[in-house]
């Protein structure tokens, strides 16, 4: 395959090396045209040709040229002089360029044309869309145009014939000036300054031309490869922004060598066969761009910058364009990629959402509305590692979890290693989310904002100079009907059934509740680019939640008519996020490039689910007692790490850093105001390295990535050892065999604090070695894809092993004597397997993908029970469909939801025991651990988007401004149980359902600058 | 293409709907409650009850709960107790003595159900401060009560080994009690109340904890301490849905020694 590309590449080599040699000679100056000579004497394609600007501006871009080719014989020079066009005022800033009619056909009259106009067009960035080329050769017919193939280079062609020709009157018809028009529109460079940058909209074309085709960057030089073999390395911009794409894809076409940018955007293409080679470069959310290299084409630091995708393309031109909202990696493992600038088309509530988007994937549980930490593959959201431009961040959800915690307009690009990720991340047993936020436009000031029946959400976007960006976005709920709704569905049980021994209910006497509740965020990031080599940028992040729903009463008479009575109920809970990081990247040299990061994250819980009771006896003595439930979890991450990669041979990349964490993590749980259940505070350090090298084997085919990761844990006092590797192997050009296994440490947990009656709650703690022990976890996978270019199905398979997990639970007393509730965590074991497909269709006006996820996640724990039972986040089966459809400016899109119902505990039955004095004490048992499931989750969603637009109606292009959004979430009104809560009232039990959201209709407004 | 994606929805689907079909079944595991308090002079008793289910549609073993094969193994001796209906089971053949380790052992719906247990010392050195207490009435027909109440009643024994102690009180006075003070509206509280089991040598019972006049009977049982938990506030709470933490393997329930002295006192108007 290689080898035939060479040849063909010498073949072109030979054949136009004698093009080669422009000299730009300048033979003659007249008063305004310029003299010039193409090639050498000798040379099939010397000549002499003529420049004429009537504006004295000879500058090549940005302007249109007509190129004009006298009667049969005549001189470059003869054609000028008679020539009429260069005297009309309409062509005043066009540039002419006459060119001899030599030959006696027109293969030999039009041979050099290409190469020619290739010369003067270099640097050229104003499209086909303003190439004109004039004959005066009536001998040439329309089919010799066609056949030279005049109209790839040319958007006109007119021949004149002599009549015409002579005649300056006709030349001055409008048939000429519609025929040379100038088409401001065709390349994004040559429009106003203005208008580069944003997103815009092209009307679809009545007509049938092939303009869009002037949109794709083409091919300029046509002359031999003057390096071989040789290191290219660059940066992948956006080109309306210039933010930095990490992670996008810079292939080579026509072989297999390529290469992903990194953090920061920059790649290094090592062993670049020729440089004239042609770059695929990919990214989500973006046009898939060819970038046609030339000799002159910067080595080094070349910029390569991208268009957001365009929008309503003709069908014929979206091959090749993908519109995918997600990608699969097609030789990472399990990896996931989403940039948010697509997420608009997913329906939602209230809020764009990456972390929801990615719940539609395999393998990623979707059926838990009220999280939007990640169950993939049968772990659970604290075994999902978050990165946040460096920096974890331990909680991500908003409002009980049905938002997630990221301000999707601050976020440039999230990507998810569903498991066997590289040795790179750690401290995880399941996946990594990373999250890299935006560094802002560095061309131009943006703002925006988005309005929706949940929340308000503003962000600018404010470069100073070249050198620095930022981008501080804010986002904050309102009590808007979503709002109210999600509060409703968790603070008041909606859905009530009693079984059993009957039950009561219904006697709450009337309360005064005070809901005064809300969330916000702050994203901020500041860039510095003090040189092509060095950024430094400081991200911020904070997150606070706020949920109150306290309210008191104080009956009348209780009792003693003297005494008064009254009662406060207190339901509060605030928790948030801080983190912050300071991150320093710079790139050593071609070959070596590095980063240190020093971050700093917060996470705070205060919840306080308590009773105050007031009793003022007649003395006017007043006692105060306080019952419920009062729970603290504070976690501080203090931590600094260097990764650097280091392309150490042609076909491998070595990566290794170090890092070094502080942890403090502080926990209490106590049920009135003087009985401490639990109060812990761990602190301690975790300290180590890894390596790894991506290898590239048997010409790209295969990749290998081993490594291996070392930490010390300061509390356990030993060494955790990491070994990891993943392979893909491209069997043919579209099938990928993969597969990846790997050890994996936890040492900061989130416990659940198992509570049958009210729901479980989880904490954070650090590993004591103890009664915490430090979790971990053996991952197995193996998969395959096969990818074509409108299509990929996938199929993976996993196995994970688990081991020693921690729970919490009162429900059993470890021995009789004494009661330390140090004491109830209990360990076990688990593991997960299952299989995901995925079929994805990835461009087409209607586009998207079915999943299905045939999953089992299993726990062992002693206390439970003597075999293994269903892990709290088990889902047998899972179905997912996503599509997402575009007519002109309106995007439609419906996903629908199917998974197995969750494991739960419940109380089964009760018994009474008489005690020694003579009273009697109920007790009540419960089923076997998970032993029940809730009813199958399902839900349908439906979003339509309304894309606003600057300009004319008329206009052909037109600035995309925002768009207005309404959806509906839970279309048919699935009534989806969430979990169940048990009241137990004189010996008989009371269940009720706590549902998730019924149909809930939503409008976003949305506006931005660009 | 499409023909896969479709048929691979079908499929897919297919599955769903036969999950779908699956019937929600309520899991109740039916364990047997025991309930026993072996005590030296009695002989051993058990009572077998059955727990509650919530709900209505669930399946009880097929086992007779009246006539089990109960065994108890003490001193080297197997003996099978004899029914006496509704569950109640008896051991006739020698009485309880302490010191003594019993271990109880049937088969109820397939499990073998399991409990042991011994019998603790009889409480010794056992002292108290008075045997008379002298308390002024109070209700609307008296004058406030502006004096300082009478010292509590202190009770003391040897505990070397911080072993449970339990201290219950009963009026035993036949026919209609004397309240000490007024109830008001209230339902007039119990002739008997206990205080918290403790692992101390000592426990105090204060004027105001008695209700009426009248001789009382104080009963100082030394428990173990599966059965001081029970009396656990916080433990038993039904939040956490905490079941006691006995002997017993696959069943619910007591089943514990105790041994216990006995006390009185006589509540009087100055």
Same mark, same amino acid.
Not at chain 1, 96 to 115: A, M, Q, T
Not at chain 1, 193 to 210: A, I
Not at chain 2, 119 to 126: A, D, E, H, Q, R
Not at chain 2, 201 to 226: A, C, K, M, W
């Given at each position: 395959?290689? *080898?035939?590309?060479?040849?063909?590449?010498?073949?072109?080599?030979?054949?136009?090396?004698?093009?080669?040699?422009?000299?730009?000679?300048? +033979?003659?100056?007249?008063?305004?045209?310029?003299?010039?000579?193409?090639?050498?004497?000798?040379?099939?394609?010397?000549?002499?040709?003529?420049?004429?600007?009537?504006?004295?501006?000879?500058?090549? =871009?940005?302007?249109?040229?007509?190129?004009?080719?006298?009667?049969?014989?005549?001189?470059?020079?003869?054609?000028?002089?008679?020539? =009429?066009?260069?005297?009309?005022?309409?062509?005043?800033?066009?540039?002419?360029?006459?060119?001899?009619?030599?030959?006696?056909?027109?293969?030999?009259?039009?041979?050099?044309?290409?190469?020619?106009?290739?010369?003067?067009?270099?640097?050229?960035?104003?499209?086909?869309?303003?190439?004109?080329?004039?004959?005066?050769?009536?001998?040439?017919?329309?089919?010799?145009?066609?056949?030279?193939?005049?109209?790839?280079?040319?958007?006109?062609?007119?021949?004149?014939?002599?009549?015409?020709?002579?005649?300056?009157?006709?030349?001055?018809?409008?048939?000429?000036?519609?025929?040379?028009?100038?088409?401001?529109?065709?390349?994004?460079?040559?429009?106003?300054?203005?208008?580069?940058?944003?997103?815009?909209?092209?009307?679809?074309?009545?007509?049938?031309?092939?303009?869009?085709?002037?949109?794709?960057?083409?091919?300029?030089?046509?002359?031999?490869?003057?390096?071989?073999?040789?290191?290219?390395?660059?940066?992948?911009?956006?080109?309306?922004?210039?933010?930095?794409?990490?992670?996008?894809?810079?292939?080579?076409?026509?072989?297999?060598?390529?290469?992903?940018?990194?953090?920061?955007?920059?790649?290094?293409?090592?062993?670049?066969?020729?440089?004239?080679?042609?770059?695929?470069?990919?990214?989500?959310?973006? !046009?898939?761009?060819?970038?046609? &290299?030339?000799?002159?084409?910067?080595?080094?630091?070349?910029?390569?910058?991208?268009?957001?995708?365009?929008?309503?393309?003709?069908?014929?031109?979206?091959?090749?364009?993908?519109?995918?909202?997600?990608?699969?990696?097609?030789?990472?493992?399990? +990896?996931?990629?989403?940039?948010?600038?697509?997420?608009?088309?997913?329906?939602?509530?209230?809020?764009?959402?990456?972390?929801?988007?990615?719940?539609?994937?395999?393998?990623?549980?979707?059926?838990?509305?009220?999280?939007?930490?990640?169950?993939?593959?049968?772990?659970?959201?604290?075994?999902?590692?978050?990165?946040?431009?460096?920096?974890?961040? @331990?909680?991500?959800?908003?409002?009980?979890?049905?938002?997630?915690?990221?301000?999707?307009?601050?976020?440039?690009?999230?990507?998810?290693?569903?498991?066997?990720?590289?040795?790179?991340?750690?401290?995880?047993?399941?996946?990594?989310? !990373?999250?890299?936020?935006?560094?802002?436009?560095?061309?131009?000031?943006?703002?925006?904002?988005?309005?929706?029946?949940?929340?308000?959400?503003?962000?600018? !976007?404010?470069?100073?100079?070249?050198?620095?960006?930022?981008?501080?976005?804010?986002?904050?709920?309102?009590?808007?009907?979503?709002?109210?709704?999600?509060?409703?569905?968790?603070?008041?049980?909606?859905?009530?059934?009693?079984?059993?021994?009957?039950?009561?209910?219904?006697?709450?006497?009337?309360?005064?509740?005070?809901?005064?509740?809300?969330?916000?965020?702050?994203?901020?990031?500041?860039?510095?680019?003090?040189?092509?080599?060095?950024?430094?940028?400081?991200?911020?992040?904070?997150?606070?939640?706020?949920?109150?729903?306290?309210?008191?009463?104080?009956?009348?008479?209780?009792?003693?008519?003297?005494?008064?009575?009254?009662?406060?109920?207190?339901?509060?809970?605030?928790?948030?996020?801080?983190?912050?990081?300071?991150?320093?990247?710079?790139?050593?040299?071609?070959?070596?490039?590095?980063?240190?990061?020093?971050?700093?994250?917060?996470?705070?819980?205060?919840?306080?689910?308590?009773?105050?009771?007031? &009793?003022?006896?007649? *003395?006017?003595?007043?006692?105060?007692?306080?019952?419920?439930?009062?729970?603290?979890?504070?976690?501080?991450?203090?931590?600094?790490?260097?990764?650097?990669?280091?392309?150490?041979?042609?076909?491998?990349?070595?990566?290794?850093?170090?890092?070094?964490?502080?942890?403090?993590?502080?926990? =209490?749980?106590?049920?009135?105001?003087?009985?401490?259940?639990?109060?812990?505070?761990?602190?301690?350090?975790?300290?180590?390295?890894?390596?790894?090298?991506?290898?590239?084997?048997?010409?790209?085919?295969?990749?290998?990535?081993?490594?291996?990761?070392?930490?010390?844990?300061?509390?356990?006092?030993?060494?955790?050892?990491?070994?990891?590797?993943?392979?893909?192997?491209?069997?043919?050009?579209?099938?990928?065999?993969?597969?990846? +296994?790997?050890?994996?440490?936890?040492?900061?947990?989130?416990?659940?604090?198992?509570?049958?009656?009210?729901?479980?709650?989880?904490?954070?703690?650090?590993?004591?070695?103890?009664?915490?022990?430090?979790?971990?976890?053996?991952?197995?996978?193996?998969?395959?894809?096969?990818?074509?270019?409108?299509?990929?199905?996938?199929?993976?398979?996993?196995?994970?092993?688990?081991?020693?997990?921690?729970?919490?639970?009162?429900?059993?007393?470890?021995?009789?004597?004494?009661?330390?509730?140090?004491?109830?965590?209990?360990?076990?074991?688990?593991?997960?397997?299952?299989?995901?497909?995925?079929?994805?269709?990835?461009?087409?006006?209607?586009?998207?993908?079915?999943?299905?996820?045939?999953?089992?996640?299993?726990?062992?724990?002693?206390?439970?029970?003597?075999?293994?039972?269903?892990?709290?986040?088990?889902?047998?089966?899972?179905?997912?469909?996503?599509?997402?459809?575009?007519?002109?400016?309106?995007?439609?899109?419906?996903?629908?939801?199917?998974?197995?119902?969750?494991?739960?505990?419940?109380?089964?039955?009760?018994?009474?025991?008489?005690? *020694?004095?003579?009273?009697?004490?109920?007790?009540?048992?419960?089923?076997?651990?998970?032993?029940?499931?809730?009813?199958?989750?399902? /839900?349908?969603?439906?979003?339509?988007?309304?894309? &606003?637009?600057?300009?004319?109606?008329?206009?052909?292009?037109?600035? !995309?401004?925002?768009?207005?959004?309404?959806?509906?979430?839970?279309?048919?009104?699935?009534?989806?149980?969430?979990?169940?809560? @048990?009241?137990?009232?004189?010996?008989?039990?009371?269940?009720?359902?706590?549902?998730?959201?019924?149909?809930?209709?939503?409008?976003?407004?949305?506006?931005?600058? /660009? | 293409?499409?023909?896969?994606?479709?048929?691979?929805?079908?499929?897919?689907?297919?599955?769903?709907?036969?999950?779908?079909?699956?019937?929600?079944?309520?899991?109740?595991?039916?364990?047997?409650?025991?309930?026993?308090?072996?005590?030296?002079?009695?002989?051993?008793?058990?009572?077998?009850?059955?727990?509650?289910?919530?709900?209505?549609?669930?399946?009880?073993?097929?086992?007779?709960?009246?006539?089990?094969?109960?065994?108890?193994?003490?001193?080297?001796?197997?003996?099978?107790? +004899?029914?006496?209906?509704?569950?109640?089971?008896?051991?006739?053949?020698?009485?309880?003595?302490?010191?003594?380790?019993?271990?109880?052992?049937?088969?109820?719906?397939?499990?073998?159900?399991?409990?042991?247990?011994?019998?603790?010392?009889?409480?010794?050195?056992?002292?108290?401060?008075?045997?008379?207490?002298?308390?002024?009435?109070?209700?609307?027909?008296?004058?406030?009560?502006?004096?300082?109440?009478?010292?509590?009643? =202190?009770?003391?024994?040897?505990?070397?080994?911080?072993?449970?102690?339990?201290?219950?009180?009963?009026?035993?006075?036949?026919?209609?009690?004397?309240?000490?003070?007024?109830?008001?509206?209230?339902?007039?509280?119990?002739?008997?109340?206990?205080?918290?089991?403790?692992?101390?040598?000592?426990?105090?019972?204060?004027?105001?904890?008695?209700?009426?006049?009248?001789?009382?009977?104080?009963?100082?049982?030394?428990?173990?301490?599966?059965?001081?938990?029970?009396?656990?506030?916080?433990?038993?709470?039904?939040?956490?849905?905490?079941?006691?933490?006995?002997?017993?393997?696959?069943?619910?329930?007591?089943?514990?020694?105790?041994?216990?002295?006995?006390?009185?006192?006589?509540?009087?108007?100055?």
């Amino acid at each position: 395959m290689e *080898l035939k590309w060479i040849k063909k590449l010498l073949k072109i080599k030979k054949c136009i090396l004698s093009i080669l040699c422009f000299n730009l000679l300048v +033979t003659s100056i007249s008063a305004q045209e310029r003299q010039y000579s193409f090639n050498s004497p000798g040379n099939v394609c010397y000549f002499s040709y003529v420049c004429y600007s009537p504006n004295n501006n000879y500058s090549p =871009t940005k302007r249109a040229f007509i190129f004009v080719m006298g009667k049969p014989n005549e001189t470059a020079f003869e054609t000028f002089e008679k020539d =009429t066009l260069k005297n009309l005022p309409q062509f005043y800033n066009y540039q002419l360029v006459y060119i001899p009619n030599n030959g006696i056909n027109p293969i030999e009259k039009f041979k050099c044309v290409n190469s020619f106009v290739t010369l003067i067009t270099y640097n050229y960035s104003y499209g086909h869309n303003n190439l004109f080329f004039q004959i005066n050769d009536h001998t040439v017919t329309e089919s010799d145009i066609k056949e030279n193939h005049l109209y790839d280079i040319f958007k006109t062609v007119r021949i004149n014939s002599a009549k015409i020709d002579t005649a300056s009157k006709a030349l001055t018809s409008m048939g000429v000036m519609d025929d040379f028009k100038e088409t401001e529109f065709a390349d994004d460079a040559a429009l106003r300054e203005d208008d580069k940058y944003g997103t815009f909209y092209t009307e679809e074309e009545k007509t049938n031309d092939s303009i869009p085709v002037a949109l794709k960057i083409q091919k300029t030089y046509f002359g031999p490869a003057l390096n071989f073999n040789y290191t290219l390395t660059g940066i992948v911009k956006d080109k309306a922004t210039g933010e930095a794409l990490p992670f996008s894809t810079i292939q080579i076409k026509g072989i297999k060598n390529g290469s992903l940018s990194n953090a920061d955007g920059y790649f290094t293409l090592l062993k670049v066969p020729t440089d004239t080679s042609v770059l695929t470069v990919q990214y989500v959310g973006y !046009e898939k761009t060819e970038i046609f &290299l030339t000799p002159q084409t910067p080595k080094k630091n070349f910029l390569i910058e991208l268009n957001p995708s365009a929008q309503s393309f003709k069908a014929v031109n979206v091959v090749g364009i993908r519109e995918d909202v997600v990608l699969v990696n097609k030789t990472d493992v399990s +990896t996931i990629k989403m940039t948010p600038k697509k997420l608009e088309q997913l329906p939602n509530l209230g809020e764009r959402d990456v972390m929801r988007s990615f719940q539609l994937m395999p393998g990623v549980s979707a059926s838990n509305e009220s999280s939007s930490g990640l169950y993939v593959r049968g772990g659970t959201p604290d075994q999902n590692l978050v990165l946040y431009d460096g920096f974890t961040v @331990y909680q991500v959800d908003h409002l009980y979890g049905f938002f997630s915690a990221f301000n999707s307009n601050a976020l440039k690009d999230v990507q998810l290693y569903k498991g066997g990720f590289e040795s790179k991340f750690g401290g995880r047993l399941s996946s990594v989310t !990373e999250i890299t936020s935006k560094d802002g436009n560095q061309k131009k000031i943006n703002a925006g904002a988005d309005v929706s029946l949940l929340s308000m959400n503003v962000f600018a !976007e404010i470069p100073i100079g070249n050198k620095f960006s930022s981008v501080v976005a804010f986002r904050r709920s309102y009590k808007g009907p979503i709002y109210d709704e999600i509060f409703k569905t968790f603070n008041k049980n909606s859905n009530s059934t009693s079984s059993g021994q009957g039950g009561g209910g219904g006697r709450r006497s009337s309360q005064n509740t005070t809901v005064s509740s809300y969330f916000y965020d702050l994203n901020g990031k500041f860039t510095y680019r003090p040189n092509s080599r060095d950024i430094i940028s400081l991200s911020i992040f904070n997150g606070t939640d706020k949920l109150d729903n306290s309210s008191s009463s104080s009956p009348t008479s209780f009792g003693s008519s003297t005494s008064t009575f009254s009662f406060s109920s207190t339901d509060l809970t605030k928790y948030g996020n801080v983190g912050s990081s300071l991150k320093w990247s710079r790139k050593w040299s071609d070959k070596f490039y590095g980063n240190t990061i020093l971050s700093y994250s917060n996470y705070y819980s205060d919840r306080d689910r308590s009773q105050q009771r007031t &009793l003022t006896n007649t *003395l006017g003595e007043t006692t105060t007692t306080k019952s419920g439930v009062l729970e603290n979890n504070n976690l501080k991450d203090y931590s600094i790490k260097s990764d650097y990669q280091w392309d150490i041979f042609k076909f491998s990349q070595l990566q290794f850093g170090g890092f070094g964490t502080y942890y403090d993590i502080k926990y =209490t749980y106590a049920q009135n105001d003087t009985s401490t259940i639990l109060d812990r505070t761990n602190k301690a350090y975790l300290v180590g390295g890894y390596i790894q090298s991506k290898t590239k084997l048997f010409g790209d085919k295969v990749q290998f990535l081993p490594g291996i990761r070392a930490s010390y844990f300061e509390t356990t006092k030993q060494y955790y050892y990491e070994p990891r590797a993943s392979v893909s192997i491209s069997v043919t050009k579209r099938l990928t065999l993969k597969g990846a +296994t790997g050890k994996y440490y936890q040492f900061a947990n989130r416990v659940t604090r198992e509570d049958i009656l009210t729901g479980s709650k989880d904490f954070w703690l650090l590993s004591d070695g103890a009664s915490v022990p430090v979790s971990s976890s053996i991952h197995y996978i193996a998969g395959l894809s096969y990818e074509t270019n409108n299509y990929l199905f996938s199929a993976e398979g996993y196995y994970k092993q688990l081991s020693d997990l921690t729970e919490y639970s009162l429900r059993f007393n470890p021995r009789p004597s004494g009661i330390t509730y140090n004491e109830n965590f209990y360990h076990g074991y688990g593991f997960s397997k299952g299989i995901e497909f995925l079929a994805q269709k990835k461009s087409g006006n209607l586009n998207g993908w079915v999943s299905y996820t045939l999953g089992q996640a299993r726990n062992h724990f002693d206390v439970y029970s003597d075999g293994y039972y269903p892990a709290n986040q088990d889902v047998t089966h899972e179905f997912k469909i996503v599509l997402l459809y575009k007519y002109k400016r309106f995007d439609f899109s419906a996903t629908w939801i199917y998974a197995t119902g969750r494991p739960y505990t419940a109380p089964s039955g009760a018994y009474s025991i008489a005690l *020694l004095d003579g009273s009697t004490k109920d007790y009540f048992t419960v089923t076997t651990k998970n032993g029940l499931r809730l009813p199958e989750y399902h /839900r349908c969603d439906i979003s339509v988007n309304y894309k &606003l637009l600057r300009g004319e109606k008329g206009d052909k292009k037109r600035r !995309e401004i925002g768009y207005i959004g309404f959806s509906i979430f839970n279309l048919y009104n699935r009534t989806n149980v969430w979990y169940k809560t @048990y009241t137990i009232q004189s010996g008989s039990i009371l269940e009720t359902n706590v549902n998730y959201l019924g149909i809930t209709p939503n409008l976003t407004l949305s506006l931005k600058l /660009r | 293409m499409r023909l896969k994606i479709q048929s691979f929805i079908i499929i897919v689907l297919f599955f769903v709907t036969l999950m779908s079909c699956k019937k929600e079944t309520v899991e109740f595991t039916d364990s047997p409650v025991i309930e026993a308090y072996i005590e030296p002079g009695n002989y051993l008793r058990v009572n077998i009850t059955r727990q509650i289910p919530f709900s209505s549609s669930v399946q009880y073993s097929a086992d007779d709960i009246n006539n089990l094969q109960i065994t108890v193994a003490y001193n080297n001796l197997t003996h099978v107790l +004899t029914p006496l209906g509704n569950g109640q089971y008896i051991d006739s053949l020698s009485a309880i003595a302490a010191g003594t380790h019993y271990d109880l052992s049937f088969t109820f719906n397939k499990k073998q159900v399991a409990a042991y247990t011994y019998i603790p010392t009889k409480p010794l050195s056992v002292t108290q401060t008075t045997t008379t207490i002298a308390i002024t009435k109070q209700d609307s027909t008296t004058p406030k009560f502006t004096g300082t109440p009478p010292d509590p009643i =202190t009770f003391t024994w040897a505990n070397p080994d911080a072993s449970y102690y339990l201290i219950y009180v009963e009026n035993i006075e036949t026919g209609t009690l004397i309240p000490i003070r007024s109830f008001k509206n209230f339902t007039p509280p119990a002739n008997r109340f206990r205080k918290q089991p403790v692992t101390l040598n000592t426990q105090d019972i204060r004027s105001n904890e008695f209700q009426y006049y009248g001789r009382h009977r104080i009963i100082l049982y030394h428990v173990l301490p599966d059965y001081a938990t029970l009396y656990d506030q916080t433990n038993t709470s039904s939040q956490n849905l905490t079941n006691p933490s006995t002997s017993i393997t696959n069943g619910y329930g007591i089943f514990t020694g105790l041994n216990a002295d006995t006390l009185y006192v006589l509540v009087k108007q100055p």
